[in-house]
């Protein structure tokens, strides 16, 4: 599967040259060049880009004549549904092998994109999305061309089982920032605003953002923005649910988390010894899990006031690379990490111990979230190379690997929400992606 593998079969047909690749649809050697060169343009990084779009064009081959093949030997729904009914199955293990068929079956379909704004849809790349808790919602940050970011809002309550389209409300309350992260808050309502990490030039900024911003209803009497202040580079940021720290976000900075109360305007500071990437709240008490780009993960009881020191930190964990991405489970016994290194480890926090391991993740430096189904035992995430993988949560076994519409490239890397509920509880089960301007759902029924 790996590109690179192509390289060990060209050596079995002709020796391999120090500095030379060897083209075995030409049967001749081309020297290869340490970089770009316009005259010459054969260098390892095209030939390996060449390979993997190769393989993406296969694979996307394969999808659309529906030749995908479950991961497990002998499983479907036919012999799935004789050794339930014989009691060789329990009930759990049987609707989480369900899952994993449906899994393999999901087939992609473009969403029409409607706005009243006709600027707005199709014309900027997504770089970000995000659901809200009911997957009504889904937030959307696009890229556009003069270096800043648009905001909109995507109404999924047109996502049915016949139509595909959606409808797409922004506003442009600043467009000058980068955002580097984004999540739901529940001030006066759930998911009534929006916190954003953004970056303007020097200092960043972090924003506190009313949902209905973004509505059609009422345009006249929209709230303004609830609180914005400047600090440094914001990496990461998370609302917290837990009453004890009730109306808190917080906020990961370049060595050191900043806790805001909105209503009150207190804040805490903590310092650390590293840049805090990724961020959780727990529900149960009012404990932040942090990420660094050390490779550490730790827990902050926010209810302590300030110290000196780190002696605060709790739950210490250490991945071997910077930590992009955390998510605590719901009984909040395990926490699910990934790192730049594409490691994805799932910890037991009662004994600090790495209990699973998640293979075939990519990434060496970019920002990507994990996208964790406890209730249908799935765990999704996107990788640098654009390839989405769905793994088991039970067993951690990959069972679908999903290749991107669109050529692989840095500015070309999938998001991705997955729910059971589409647009609400009567919504659709599936996963969205959005990739470059466009929207898709790979249908699960």
Excluded at 157 to 167: A, C
């Amino acid at each position: 599967e790996d590109p690179s593998s192509s390289s060990s079969t060209q050596n079995s047909v002709a020796p391999e040259l120090p500095g030379f690749y060897y083209d075995p649809e030409k049967n001749r050697y081309f020297r290869l060049l340490p970089g770009h060169n316009n005259h010459n343009p054969l260098t390892k990084d095209s030939i390996q880009h060449k390979a993997m779009e190769c393989k993406r064009l296969r694979l996307l081959e394969e999808e659309e004549r529906q030749n995908q093949k479950t991961t497990r030997t002998g499983l479907n729904s036919s012999v799935l549904l004789q050794k339930r009914q014989l009691g060789l199955l329990s009930s759990t293990s049987y609707c989480r092998l369900v899952h994993e068929l449906k899994v393999n079956c999901m087939q992609r379909r473009k969403i029409e994109i409607h706005s009243l704004d006709s600027s707005v849809a199709g014309t900027n790349n997504f770089k970000i999305i995000v659901a809200d808790v009911a997957c009504e919602r889904i937030f959307t940050v696009n890229d556009v061309e003069h270096g800043g970011c648009k905001y909109g809002i995507i109404n999924l309550s047109g996502l049915g089982k016949e139509s595909l389209s959606v409808e797409m409300y922004d506003n442009l309350y600043f467009t000058n920032r980068k955002v580097n992260s984004v999540c739901w808050a529940s001030l006066t309502h759930p998911d009534s605003h929006l916190c954003l990490m953004g970056i303007a030039e020097t200092p960043g900024c972090a924003s506190l953002l009313p949902a209905s911003l973004f509505s059609s209803t009422n345009p006249g009497a929209r709230p303004g923005m609830l609180c914005s202040f400047k600090i440094s580079t914001a990496w990461s940021c998370a609302w917290c649910l837990n009453p004890q720290a009730d109306n808190c976000f917080s906020t990961g900075l370049t060595r050191r988390v900043l806790v805001t109360n909105v209503v009150t305007g207190h804040r805490q500071t903590f310092g650390t010894s590293s840049d805090v990437l990724a961020q959780q709240f727990a529900t149960q008490t009012p404990v932040l899990y942090n990420g660094c780009r050390s490779g550490e993960i730790f827990s902050i009881d926010v209810r302590q006031r300030n110290r000196k020191g780190q002696s605060w930190k709790a739950n210490r964990l250490f991945h071997g690379s910077a930590v992009t991405s955390i998510h605590l489970m719901e009984a909040e016994h395990y926490l699910m990490a990934a790192d730049m290194a594409g490691k994805i480890k799932l910890w037991d926090l009662r004994t600090a111990k790495c209990v699973k391991q998640y293979k075939g993740h990519h990434n060496e430096y970019a920002l990507l979230p994990l996208h964790v189904n406890e209730k249908e035992g799935l765990l999704i995430a996107v990788g640098q190379d654009c390839y989405t993988r769905i793994w088991s949560l039970q067993d951690a076994h990959l069972l679908r690997t999903i290749p991107s519409p669109h050529p692989s490239s840095k500015d070309a890397i999938p998001s991705v929400v997955f729910s059971s509920r589409l647009g609400g509880s009567r919504g659709v089960p599936g996963l969205l992606m959005a990739v470059k301007q466009d929207l898709y759902h790979f249908s699960y029924n």
